[in-house]
């Protein structure tokens, strides 16, 4: 089955800065990578997700890179605001005839004023 | 609109007993799905449901139990509760199959075994 890492765990940014957010995955098949955003006490948010034949997409102040070749995709989030704190789950589709997702382990942002 | 509602949202039981968590979506979404979510794991599939009386395991289902008699509902039940099942359980639907559909979660249902 698919197997997904997501980097660093924890992350904190001064309110402006830009914050990354990495992830790999293991099942080459994999053609579907979202993202979600999940504030204290609820449940997570789709915020942006990318198809594997695009290399990035961007929404305002989110965009989202993949590179197929190395298996990883990336979060961006630029000009950083304190409600962009909260955790961040990656995810990618697994191949089999499941076909749902895989979520990494989420990373913290805390962005400080 | 409602959305997807779970309950209970808090509930501490003990070992051993039978616990039933429920899930309420007003969408009709066609798929259904509970996750599990504990520090350094993500959240990881328990069940998911394509439709009505169609259920499938995810990656930890030992210790679960599903039904779905009808669309709207989705419970999830710990038949022997153990304190390994400790954990936040997410109820969440999609209109149709994770491929490429949004995956709208509910708020969460924290679950507490001593």
């Known amino acids: 089955g698919e197997n997904v890492e997501q980097h660093p765990s924890t992350l904190s940014v001064q309110e402006g800065d830009s914050a990354v957010i990495k992830c790999t995955y293991s099942?080459?098949?994999?053609?579907?990578f979202p993202w979600y955003k999940q504030e204290l006490g609820k449940g997570p948010q789709l915020i942006i997700d990318?198809?594997?034949?695009?290399g990035e997409k961007k929404d305002q102040r989110i965009a989202v890179t993949l590179n197929k070749t190395a298996k990883h995709f990336s979060l961006h989030i630029t000009e950083t605001q304190p409600e962009d704190s909260a955790v961040y789950f990656c995810?990618?589709?697994?191949?089999?005839?499941?076909?749902?997702?895989?979520f990494g382990s989420g990373t913290q942002l805390t962005v400080l004023p | 609109d409602a959305g997807i509602t779970q309950s209970p949202r808090y509930k501490i039981t003990e070992t051993g007993r039978q616990v039933t968590l429920m899930c309420h979506q007003t969408?009709?979404?066609?798929?259904m799905f509970w996750y599990r979510q504990d520090l350094g794991h993500g959240l990881r599939l328990i069940y998911y449901?394509?439709?009505?009386?169609?259920?499938d395991k995810g990656e930890v289902p030992d210790g679960y139990v599903v039904s779905r008699s009808k669309t709207e509902n989705f419970p999830l039940t710990l038949e022997s509760a153990t304190r390994s099942q400790t954990s936040v359980y997410f109820c969440?639907?999609?209109?149709?199959?994770?491929?490429?559909?949004?995956?709208?979660f509910g708020e969460g249902s924290w679950l507490t075994v001593v």
């Open positions: 969440a639907s999609s209109p149709r199959d994770s491929a490429g559909n949004t995956i709208y």
């Open positions: 099942d080459s098949a994999s053609n579907y």
């Open positions: 990318i198809r594997s034949n695009v």
């Open positions: 995810a990618a589709i697994s191949s089999g005839s499941a076909r749902q997702l895989t």
């Open positions: 969408w009709s979404h066609s798929y």
């Open positions: 449901s394509a439709a009505a009386d169609i259920t």
